[in-house]
């Protein structure tokens, strides 16, 4: 329902008396919520933690039982009053649920993933139920972000569910305070919590669309080179002395009547090391772009690359673990 | 975010099960208008249709309004206001692919529960009232969980706890768990002692009790109509058969056709009798006429609140009677209301239409000329309809310019109204001053409730005549004519015209019927504020102050809520019931158990399969058991069919224990 659009523009300009009262004011009223407890996952939603309010919903239902108390009391209509009181018991019973929904929910993570500048990212939250009870519909929203779609529990179970956040820019990106909120059973209350993930995340740089391509070191040299048993297997040889025992292939052996031995070779790769002065464009965050775009190529060519970005260099590697060491690594430069 | 086709018929459906007794009471067309707008939303689920645009919206709203005030005139009025709401209701449906949509149709089907009892509040409708709100709640619910329900599953995982079913189980649950706090609620909260605005008359569909008017033919329909007209209960013994006339209004006027009451009747009574020795105390509740006539027996003693006594000792009440009115009234019937009549009244009582039934006329004086004495005339005449070829039947010809004439001469076939009629244009012509009494007579006596039910059907009419020295005189000729109309009641005098399903049986059943209807009546319609002022005095808690009642009935509603939430932990705790699968395995564990193998803490499936197997001849068939168990439980799901092998697989197994003596040793 709440598929409120995302929007940049703020309230209040920048700078105004009315933005900062209202900053100041929400960072009052966050000072006060994380001084009644726990905000930071993990955490277990206790009495504490959990609010409640009718629905818009629910405040349209009140006026509709509100009218229908009036008439009935008015024409002394009995079955009409009773009408009255059994709905609004439903309604009563219906905001125990909500609570009760939440209550003993452990939000017990909240992983946030990794993105570039403008993509989504999503941020991992993991549900559990601590009191043995089924929970229906929890879904979690932050601030201007679509909410999650909702998430069912089964007693003593545990579900994930993401949340969606849109990136702007590279860097270090606070997490907004979250709220996991429900409306079950039937809508006329919402039941909710906010809590705060604990750790910033870091966006990398876009990778550009246009990079001038990749220049290579020249070391073009592609023979392979002898390696150990991490590289890949390569082939059959005999055996010779000096050679270690477990590189004996012993059911080949046996096929041959003679000893072989397993050889192992390393692919050899273009090695490069990717330079912030080498990278054209007008402004850093230009030049960081082409650098993520050229760590994307290099990984995707498999060379093995390093990176010297004046202040911080990262040594040359390859593989899925240094390219984010790459991308980190721009993402926090300055 | 969509609404789910279970979502749309559970909506529909709920909405069509509110408009219930709103369809039967509007005309049929639009009744069917209404149901088809619903259908139509529920096609859209079965089959692809284009959306209706904002052009057949607005025909369908607007068409409904014209259709409405055609039919009514006004939206004014009860029945107008709740046929529009249908109206409004069925065109909101047609349009309904939001979730809000449907939150606000569900929402408004309570109102609609609601609106139904300003037309009646029978104890069949409390089950209308239940059904109705479960459902609704049970559409609520389900509108929820498509709002944020998780996303759709794979088909081998439905969810069964969104299914119609179970949804509708959860309404049902909610519903029943609120109605405690309901309960409370209705006992303790304030009533209002006088309404803050009155009704809107012109309601209860044309469906009245007695008019104020009478032409021959008129109570008619009303001898169709068994429904109950009011219900008495006596402080002692009830009045004999006979005497059990429920005096309504009082007719003078007659212009040849038409009997209707005289202005001057309004007057208050010049003498009002004495509550003495043979006065009768009892409790009238009357069900809602739209009229302000009240009824009692000859004659009340004084007005009960709110209601006025006439100089015809008519009961009027300041307002119609609207909802279910109960009233106190003592009558005395050994009473002469009016020593002398005056010349007026006289002129009045003697008025008849010119040139108008000139056979009676002259068969009046003939009469006179044989009996100069008023009561000798009346027991002539009396006679006359009983001995003459006169018959009581509701099958009868209507009456022309010359009514009585027609009618004492020609017809000589009809009910109470014609023979009330022309009895007293005879006795007027006869120069006896007479007037023409509407009301009811009989009833049926529930002797295991002790209380009188006086069914519409009960209606009648009979005549007054003024005699010297004994004022206003009751004269019923149709008792004359057939006496087992008053000694036995309308029922009886119109035996063997009627089907089978007007059968004495079902007569039997609606008389048993009506006495719960009259528990019903008096606990819970009949709960007003006075009734609560008494309950509350004698709990000894009128006597406190507004504060403390109002910290007393939150605190009550609140205990209420307590055992409440006891309930609930009880009912939403996760603990479900075992599947079939489980099922199986926890009747193999039972067979374990008796054979002496107990289960112990933590223990897997495999582990007590291996642990009991040690013992077992046939353990190694249980070890593939529990490891299939673990499978189906644990790992992909593999159809209902591995499931069924896998229960007929264990309902076969028993243990074999390969030596009994070791295991009573272990």
Not at chain 1, 262 to 287: C, K, Y
Not at chain 2, 76 to 95: D, F, N, P, Q, Y
Not at chain 2, 324 to 347: A, G, H
Not at chain 2, 351 to 366: F, G, V
Request: aromatic share 10%; hydrophobic share 45%; net charge positive.
């Amino acid at each position: 329902m709440s598929s409120s659009r995302f929007s940049t523009k703020p309230a209040f300009p920048e700078g105004s008396w009315a933005r900062s009262w209202l900053d100041a004011a929400q960072s009052r009223f966050g000072a006060w919520l994380r001084r009644r407890g726990p905000v930071h996952p993990p955490l277990t939603l206790g009495y504490r933690q959990i609010y409640i309010l009718p629905t818009r919903f629910g405040w349209l239902v009140g006026l509709l039982l509100f009218a229908m108390l009036l008439g009935s009391l008015n024409f002394n209509n009995n079955l009409g009053l009773f009408t009255t009181f059994l709905v609004a018991g439903i309604g009563l019973l219906s905001m125990h649920i909500a609570h009760r929904n939440l209550d003993g929910v452990r939000v017990a993570g909240c992983v946030p993933g990794q993105a570039f500048a403008g993509d989504s990212l999503a941020l991992s939250i993991t549900l559990q139920d601590t009191k043995d009870r089924t929970r229906r519909g929890l879904v979690a929203e932050s601030k201007g972000l679509p909410a999650t779609a909702g998430v069912d529990l089964a007693a003593a179970a545990s579900a994930e569910t993401a949340l969606s956040i849109p990136t702007h820019r590279r860097g270090w990106m606070e997490i907004p305070r979250i709220r996991l909120r429900t409306r079950h059973p039937i809508g006329w209350f919402v039941a909710w919590s906010w809590f705060w993930p604990e750790h910033k995340v870091l966006v990398w740089p876009r990778p550009a669309d246009h990079a001038p391509p990749l220049l290579t070191s020249g070391s073009s040299d592609s023979r392979n080179r002898p390696g150990d048993e991490s590289d890949e297997f390569h082939g059959l040889r005999d055996w010779r002395e000096g050679d270690p025992l477990h590189r004996i292939a012993w059911k080949a052996s046996q096929r041959h009547q003679h000893l072989l031995a397993r050889q192992f070779t390393r692919p050899e790769r273009d090695r490069i090391i990717l330079r912030l002065a080498d990278a054209p464009g007008r402004s850093v965050e230009e030049r960081l772009s082409i650098l993520a775009r050229w760590v994307m190529q290099a990984e995707r060519n498999e060379f093995e690359y390093g990176m010297d970005l004046g202040a911080t260099t990262v040594e040359t590697g390859a593989g899925r673990a240094h390219q984010i060491r790459c991308l980190n690594a721009l993402g926090e430069f300055g | 975010m969509t609404l789910s086709r279970t979502t749309v018929m559970l909506v529909v459906g709920a909405f069509l099960f509110a408009a219930l007794p709103h369809l039967a009471a509007m005309p049929p067309w639009l009744a069917l208008a209404i149901v088809l707008a619903a259908v139509w939303r529920a096609a859209f689920e079965l089959i692809e249709l284009p959306r209706p645009n904002w052009l057949i919206r607005g025909f369908l709203t607007f068409g409904g309004l014209a259709l409405v005030i055609m039919h009514y005139g006004t939206f004014w009025g009860r029945r107008a206001a709740t046929v529009l709401l249908c109206v409004m209701i069925a065109a909101k449906l047609s349009e309904m692919f939001r979730l809000r949509d449907a939150r606000v149709v569900a929402a408004l089907g309570y109102f609609l529960i609601a609106t139904q009892f300003l037309f009646s509040q029978q104890l069949v409708l409390f089950a209308y009232l239940v059904v109705g709100c479960a459902l609704i709640t049970a559409a609520l619910i389900k509108i929820q969980r498509d709002a944020d329900g998780a996303p759709a599953p794979d088909e081998n995982h439905a969810p069964k706890a969104s299914g119609a079913a179970s949804v509708v189980r959860d309404g049902f649950l909610l519903m029943l768990l609120a109605a405690p706090f309901a309960l409370v609620l209705f006992t303790l909260f304030p009533r209002l002692a006088s309404p803050l605005w009155g009704m809107p008359e012109n309601a209860l569909d044309g469906r009245t009790g007695l008019s104020d008017e009478m032409s021959p033919g008129n109570i008619a329909n009303l001898f169709a109509d068994d429904s109950p007209a009011f219900r008495v209960s006596f402080d002692g013994p009830p009045p004999p058969r006979s005497e059990r006339y429920w005096r309504g209004p009082v007719l003078w006027r007659f212009d040849g056709r038409t009997w209707t009451r005289l202005f001057y009747s309004n007057r208050a009574p010049e003498r009002t009798p004495r509550p003495g020795p043979g006065a009768f105390s009892y409790t009238v509740q009357q069900e809602p006429s739209e009229r302000r006539w009240l009824f009692s027996l000859d004659y009340p003693v004084r007005a009960p609140e709110g209601a006025r006594l006439t100089a015809d000792f008519e009961l009027v009440n300041r307002t119609p009677v609207t909802t279910l009115k109960s009233y106190d009234v003592i009558s005395q019937p050994d009473f002469r209301d009016s020593v002398d009549l005056m010349q007026t009244m006289r002129r009045f009582a003697l008025q008849l239409p010119d040139d108008s039934n000139p056979r009676t006329r002259a068969y009046a004086q003939e009469l006179r000329g044989r009996y100069p004495d008023d009561r000798a005339l009346i027991d002539a005449v009396l006679s006359w309809f009983n001995q003459e070829d006169f018959f009581y039947s509701l099958d009868t010809a209507p009456l022309g310019r010359h009514g009585a004439d027609e009618f004492l001469f020609d017809l000589r076939v009809g009910y109470c109204e014609y023979y009330a009629s022309a009895f007293v244009v005879l006795m007027r012509a006869a120069g006896i001053p007479a007037r023409i009494v509407t009301g009811y007579q009989g009833g049926f006596w529930q002797a295991s409730d002790e209380y009188l039910l006086i069914r519409q059907s009960d209606a009648h009419a009979w005549a007054e005549v003024w005699l010297e020295g004994r004022g206003w005189t009751r004269v019923d000729p149709t008792a004359a004519v057939s006496p087992s109309r008053i000694r036995e009641g309308a029922r009886s005098a119109l035996s063997g015209s009627e089907g089978w399903l007007s059968g004495e049986w079902l007569y039997q059943l609606r008389n048993q019927y009506d006495r719960l209807q009259n528990i019903w009546n008096r606990w819970v319609l009949g709960f007003d504020a006075t009734r609560q002022q008494n309950f509350l005095a004698s709990l000894g808690l009128d006597k406190l102050p507004p504060g403390v009642k109002a910290a007393l009935l939150v605190v009550l509603a609140g205990l209420v809520l307590v055992p409440l939430a006891l309930l609930l932990q009880a009912t939403t705790k996760g603990r479900r019931r075992p599947d079939r699968l489980d099922r199986a395995w926890l009747r193999l564990r039972g067979r374990l158990r008796r054979a002496g193998i107990r289960p112990m803490v933590g223990e897997t499936p495999i582990e007590l399969a291996r642990r009991s197997a040690e013992n077992l001849d046939n353990g190694h068939e249980l070890i593939t058991l529990a490891g299939e168990y673990s499978l189906l439980k644990y790992g992909a799901f593999r159809g209902e069919n591995a499931i069924t092998a896998f229960g007929r697989k264990t309902s076969r197994w028993r243990p074999i224990q390969r030596n009994p003596d070791s295991l009573k040793q272990s």
